[in-house]
């Protein structure tokens, strides 16, 4: 059982470009939480989805970030417009179910650079 | 914020001693977790304590749980240098929203 997957693991994009950021969840994991990571800092929540549908995106900035979780294939974070200040480590986690007191497991994180 | 505080931010000890980091929160939880971060890399979950427990143990590691204080703690018992890493803790109330705290970096020295 492969762990949770994100590529890319580095990311280089210019301003104004679109960042696009895969994760993979464990099998049979349905539940996927996206987190930003600036450095020498913690991790800050963003986004919590499942299958098809966000449960609660409270962390997300409100335009150019948005981020999906469909029925076949990957989470995808998707960043619009990337300015310099959304570089850092996006690291995306999976779980059952934290309600149920599972653990979440984490990916090795894309390190953005917006140059 | 309901963002977790962890005391202290740094910490540098020699390896053997023993190492605590203390984590404080607001909000009532479901269960309180705690992970750890290598230089650049991803999360290591390490132990989780559910609300109605009060100590947990994981070889090394012992945790500690008070839901009246609100606050948990990590004790690092005879510290090696490869456990030199930042530590986090981590917590789930209503909604299944996983909460980091601010962390705290672990330095252990030969």
């Known amino acids: 059982n492969a762990g949770v997957m994100q590529n890319p693991r580095h990311l280089v994009r210019r301003r104004g470009q679109e960042a696009r950021l895969r994760c993979s969840p464990m099998?049979?994991?349905?539940?996927v939480y996206w987190y930003r990571q600036l450095p020498e800092e913690g991790l800050k929540f963003m986004v919590y989805?499942?299958?098809?549908?966000?449960?609660?995106e409270s962390g997300m900035p409100k335009e150019r970030f948005s981020a999906e979780f469909p029925k076949e294939g990957p989470s995808i974070l998707r960043i619009q417009q990337v300015v310099r200040g959304d570089s850092a480590a996006y690291f995306c986690a999976s779980s059952l179910d934290l309600d149920g007191n599972t653990e979440a497991f984490f990916g090795q994180g894309t390190r953005l650079t917006v140059v | 914020s309901q963002q977790g505080e962890e005391d202290p931010q740094a910490l540098s000890i020699q390896e053997g001693e023993n190492a605590t980091m203390n984590c404080s929160y607001k909000t009532s939880i479901n269960n309180l977790q705690w992970y750890r971060q290598n230089s650049g890399r991803g999360l290591v979950h390490l132990i989780l304590i559910r609300s109605n427990e009060r100590e947990k143990h994981s070889g090394r590691l012992r945790v500690t749980l008070d839901t009246s204080k609100k606050s948990s703690s990590l004790l690092i018992t005879a510290s090696r240098a490869a456990d030199t890493a930042s530590y986090f803790c981590?917590?789930?109330?209503?909604?299944?929203?996983?909460?980091f705290g601010t962390g705290t970096q672990l330095k252990v020295e030969l």
């Open positions: 989805l499942q299958k098809e549908n966000i449960i609660d």
């Open positions: 981590a917590f789930t109330g209503g909604g299944n929203k996983l909460t």
């Open positions: 099998k049979g994991h349905s539940h």
